[in-house]
């Protein structure tokens, strides 16, 4: 294997390695994406069952005021009858009082009735803060995690950098050019091993002269199909 080919495979595998540390903090920001959309549905859920409970101690308040509106009207009713010395006026006031007396027992009925739902909304709305809190737990950790790779993610890439620039000075300048526009069309494969008669870059099959070439080692060989430069399988 030429010097030059041994030279731009170790340039080309820590191009390799900074070209993946790319595309894994690119992905940084979906996973915290991700991890914060944990958390979201769980808001959905405490919000919901928060204004659930909210509405149902509404209409408890109502109810607590209609009753007391039917108390205080049956108090003054039965204060006039206790006060009139008609006989037919006092049946009447007495038909009044059994009336606003059955609504206010309805009333009653249905403000136990909504104080069950305000516990079991309020069961309901403690639950889903437990499960939100665990949740935040966990996107809390996860966070951090991406937050540590991000951190250790840099300090490769700063490492694979300053290793990458004292290679590429061993590289000959002429051909710094054709490897570098190879990395950029070829997938960061611009050199690639020559295997039973193929290139192993774009998997087609060589002409005799070019694996020729190759063998000998005496200049750069590239594949005839894809332009990538290549060297022994060894």
């Not at 900074?18 to 959905?44: H, I, N, W, Y």
Request: overall charge negative; proline content about 2%.
């Amino acid at each position: 294997m030429q010097d030059e080919v041994r030279a731009l495979l170790i340039l080309q595998d820590r191009d390799r390695r900074l070209l993946a540390l790319a595309k894994d903090l690119e992905k940084l920001p979906q996973d915290e994406a991700r991890a914060r959309a944990k958390l979201a549905g769980d808001e959905a859920a405490v919000a919901k069952t928060h204004q659930a409970l909210l509405d149902c101690e509404l209409r408890v308040k109502k109810i607590e005021l209609d009753a007391e509106t039917r108390r205080t009207t049956i108090k003054r009713l039965k204060s006039q009858q206790f006060e009139t010395r008609k006989n037919e006026e006092f049946v009447a006031l007495g038909h009044e009082i059994v009336r606003y007396e059955k609504e206010l027992d309805d009333f009653e009925t249905k403000e136990l009735e909504a104080m069950d739902e305000v516990d079991a909304f309020r069961s309901a709305n403690k639950a889903a803060e437990t499960a939100r809190a665990q949740t935040r737990k966990l996107v809390e950790e996860d966070l951090i995690s991406i937050k540590e790779r991000h951190q250790r993610m840099q300090a490769d890439v700063a490492e694979v950098r300053a290793e990458r620039e004292i290679l590429a000075t061993k590289v000959p300048e002429s051909i710094m050019p054709l490897y570098n526009r190879l990395m950029k069309t070829k997938d960061g494969l611009a050199v690639a091993p020559l295997r039973e008669g193929k290139c192993q870059g774009c998997h087609m099959k060589l002409i005799a002269s070019t694996i020729m070439k190759v063998q000998t080692a005496k200049e750069i060989a590239q594949c005839e199909d894809c332009g990538r430069i290549l060297y022994m399988d060894e």
